[in-house]
T-cell receptor
Framework: DTAVSQTPKYLVTQMGNDKSIKCEQN?????MYWYKQDSKKFLKIMFS???????INETVPNRFSPKSPDKAHLNLHINSLELGDSAVYFC?????????????????????FGPGTRLLVL | GQNIDQPTEMTATEGAIVQINCTYQ??????LFWYQQHAGEAPTFLSY??LDGLEEKGRFSSFLSRSKGYSYLLLKELQMKDSASYLC??????????WGAGTKLIIKP
């Protein structure tokens, strides 16, 4: 069983289009994340979300919007795609992000990643 | 600002030992993670340190010194499959995970 899954794995599209990437986790985790990894391999957090709070990285353009139908899913919708959006997008989840301290934080905060979606905007 | 520094790339020989360093300056500290990422794949969890000292897990060990803002990942008996990027990430006072840019480790026969 795949713990964190994403679809599609590859996405090639034209500039200006709107697209969505889906993410599902079957770990029973409360917190989910979206990351962008560019050609330089730097992982950049875009959003983190649990049933209490959505935290948005302020540098993320508002063309990107997360949508969560339930706590097992966090989809990423992108409007008006641009060439610079080409990257690998990773979804991740963690048990909780409620601020548990000490060694327990290692269990709560460990993030498990999906396989990634390789987006190419032409 | 928050900053995590790792070497960009390291090369080592199969069977040898390599140490990948990570220094950090963050607003608060609630633990440090190491992740492994093979080319074209997702990052996978390796270790978590929140107290000073060495944590050993098979061929991999991770060390933390909170007073120095320093950690290292030690890989022993290197195998070709250890060729990957190794990402250091720190959990700050807001429980946000701050990621380093990763160290690409190249293993040569």
């Amino acid at each position: 069983d795949t713990a964190v899954s994403q679809t599609p794995k590859y996405l090639v599209t034209q500039m200006g289009n709107d697209k969505s990437i889906k993410c599902e986790q079957n770990l029973g985790h409360d917190t989910m994340y979206w990351y962008k990894q560019d050609s330089k391999k730097f992982l950049k957090i875009m959003f983190s979300y649990n049933n209490k709070e959505l935290i948005i990285n302020e540098t993320v353009p508002n063309r990107f919007s997360p949508k969560s139908p339930d706590k097992a899913h966090l989809n990423l919708h992108i409007n008006s795609l641009e060439l610079g959006d080409s990257a690998v997008y990773f979804c991740a989840s963690s048990q909780d992000s409620s601020g548990t301290s000490g060694r327990a934080a290692g269990i709560q905060e460990t993030q498990y990643f999906g396989p990634g979606t390789r987006l190419l905007v032409l | 600002g928050q900053n995590i520094d790792q070497p960009t790339e390291m090369t080592a020989t199969e069977g040898a030992i390599v140490q990948i360093n990570c220094t950090y300056q963050t607003s608060g500290f609630n633990g440090l993670f190491w992740y492994q990422q093979h080319a074209g794949e997702a990052p996978t969890f390796l270790s978590y340190n929140v107290l000073d000292g060495l944590e050993e897990k098979g061929r991999f060990s991770s060390f933390l010194s909170r007073s120095k803002g320093y950690s290292y990942l030690l890989l022993k008996e290197l195998q070709m499959k250890d060729s990957a990027s190794y990402l250091c990430a720190v959990l700050d006072s807001n429980y946000q995970l701050i990621w380093g840019a990763g160290t690409k480790l190249i293993i040569k026969p």
